[in-house]
T-cell receptor
Framework: RKEVEQDPGPFNVPEGATVAFNCTYS??????FFWYRQDCRKEPKLLMS???SGNEDGRFTAQLNRASQYISLLIRDSKLSDSATYLC???????????FGQGTTLQVKP | DGGITQSPKYLFRKEGQNVTLSCEQN?????MYWYRQDPGQGLRLIYY???????QKGDIAEGYSVSREKKESFPLTVTSAQKNPTAFYLC??????????????FGSGTQLSVL
């Protein structure tokens, strides 16, 4: 089983739709969680950190469920510019080692 | 502007050839990392360095080598021992080592292909 698992998609949604991605992790000792955005053949960029209490940044909401060991990313009112691959990143237990998921591809259609 | 610069953007390697990917940062970051990304895959750590003149193997170090003679520079050599080098290579840096979960800053990547 992979340490971090994501549904690769692609998720095809119309503009204005709400879409949610989940990411599961296997190490219950993981301490920190992040969502990165990566455009095709570009470098990943930090979208948001994920806190236990959940956090929101504009149209984006991230949540953590430690009991079920997953994190989620919700995007409201999807824009064409949201089309990208979203990478789930989890620190591995006590080492702090960053583990990247394979990414979930989102395609927003007009 | 401060940032992290990778070069070249595209690189081609012949069989049995060693090639070196450049990574330079002017962010005064202590830690630097090299990742490899294959199509439809997440990033896998090749090597990382927390301070000058010191570096550690990541998950897939075989067939690669690095040096950290200067704080600003962390070149990656893909040796002939790496039998499947075709991939997208990303260099990153952070203010402190990753155990403190500092934000990663990435270079724009190098696409390496085998001729």
């Amino acid at each position: 089983r992979k340490e971090v698992e994501q549904d690769p998609g692609p998720f095809n949604v119309p503009e204005g739709a709400t879409v949610a991605f989940n990411c599961t992790y296997s190490n219950s000792a993981s301490q920190s969680f992040f969502w990165y955005r990566q455009d095709c053949r570009k470098e990943p960029k930090l979208l948001m950190s994920v806190y236990s209490s959940g956090n929101e940044d504009g149209r984006f909401t991230a949540q953590l469920n430690r009991a079920s060991q997953y994190i989620s990313l919700l995007i409201r009112d999807s824009k064409l510019s949201d089309s990208a691959t979203y990478l789930c990143v989890v620190t591995s237990g006590n080492t702090g080692k960053l583990i990247f998921g394979q990414g979930t591809t989102l395609q927003v259609k007009p | 502007d401060g940032g992290i610069t990778q070069s070249p953007k595209y690189l081609f390697r012949k069989e049995g050839q060693n090639v070196t990917l450049s990574c330079e940062q002017n962010l005064n970051h202590d830690a630097m990392y090299w990742y490899r990304q294959d199509p439809g895959q997440g990033l896998r750590l090749i090597y990382y360095s927390q301070i000058v003149n010191d570096f550690q193997k990541g998950d897939i170090a075989e067939g690669y080598s690095v040096s950290r003679e200067k704080k600003e520079s962390f070149p990656l050599t893909v040796t002939s021992a790496q039998k499947n080098p075709t991939a997208f290579y990303l260099c990153a840096s952070s203010l402190r080592d990753r155990s403190t979960n500092e934000k990663l800053f990435f270079g724009s990547g190098t696409q390496l292909s085998v001729l």
